[in-house]
């Protein structure tokens, strides 16, 4: 995020009401949070291309452009669509409750405004917009080549090492131009992906593909519906070779082998079920891999190994 050193963070307070302005400004400040202001939505808009906030407190009835218009802008443009954006407004009608979160606000505050609330809101989101950043930061600066995709075997989600991974079969297969959102999955995982989803009663050895030689794709655990997880590797990496982790690690060996289940997408109740053990019991075995590698999420974990490599 873009707070300054021995901040709290960084917000832009977007409100055309002078009285609304300090109130916030003067609770802000004491919590020590770095305050920007802006008095309309096109000067808010204008600011953040030179200094981006971690969080927005919007005015909803504004001169110019209103506060929905204004989140509309922000959240078309890549470069300030992460940013969260909470509401403020009188108006309690549901139609514009829902229009807000219709034009990406996270939250409102309803005026008059109370600063214990405001704060308690502002502490909440800016955590979950941290770890959420954390946990991307992890895949896109390792090397967990990972991708979601539709029902159809359209890319909704990639990792870098994932784009990267496509880019290189793709080359190997003859086929021209990168993969990224939007678009389908080259044509033999397209053709395998569509062949898997033809038939739902597969074996779990059949949700794992050898799309080429150095190449292999598996299917693992998507929480959302109608998506679908694929975990991207490189065969000749070694990378998942559970003796091998557990020497690079200094892993027991049934830790080692759950690290590599981790990293296939398994949830604790499937690699209980291959392994022969209980949900707790692996979950265990999870809190002495998050200590070994001193890291605090099954994502970076993941990571540790594959830079251990």
Known sequence: MNGTYGSSGTVLIVDDTPGNLALLSDTLSEANYRVLVATDGCSAIEQIQYVKPDII?????????????????????????????????GLSELDHLLRGFGEGALDYIVKPIRPAEVLARIEVHLTQTRNLL?????????????LAVDAGGRIVWLTTAAAAWLADFKRGQGEAGACGLGDALPGRL????????GDGAKAPDEESFGAATGFSV?????????????????????????EQLRERLK????????????????TNKEIGIILGSSPRTINKHL???????????????????LQSG
Request: glycine residues 8%; proline residues 4%.
């Open 134 to 146: 954390r946990a991307e930061g992890v895949l896109d600066d390792g090397e967990f080549a990972a």
């Open 287 to 305: 809190e002495h891999i998050f200590e070994k590698l001193g890291v605090s999420t099954r994502a970076a974990a993941v990571a540790a190994a």
């Open 251 to 266: 892993l027991t060996f049934r830790e080692a082998e759950i690290l590599m289940w981790i990293a296939r997408g398994k």
């Open 218 to 242: 598996e299917i693992g655990v998507c929480h959302h519906p109608d998506e679908y997880l694929l975990l991207l590797r490189r065969e000749d990496d070694g990378a998942w070779n559970p």
């Open 190 to 197: 397209l053709a395998w992906f569509a062949n898997w989803r």
């Open 57 to 89: 407190l919007l005015d909803v009835m504004m001169p110019g452009i209103d506060g929905f218009e204004t989140c509309s802008r922000l959240k078309a443009d890549p470069a300030t669509a992460a940013i969260p954006v909470l509401f403020m407004t």
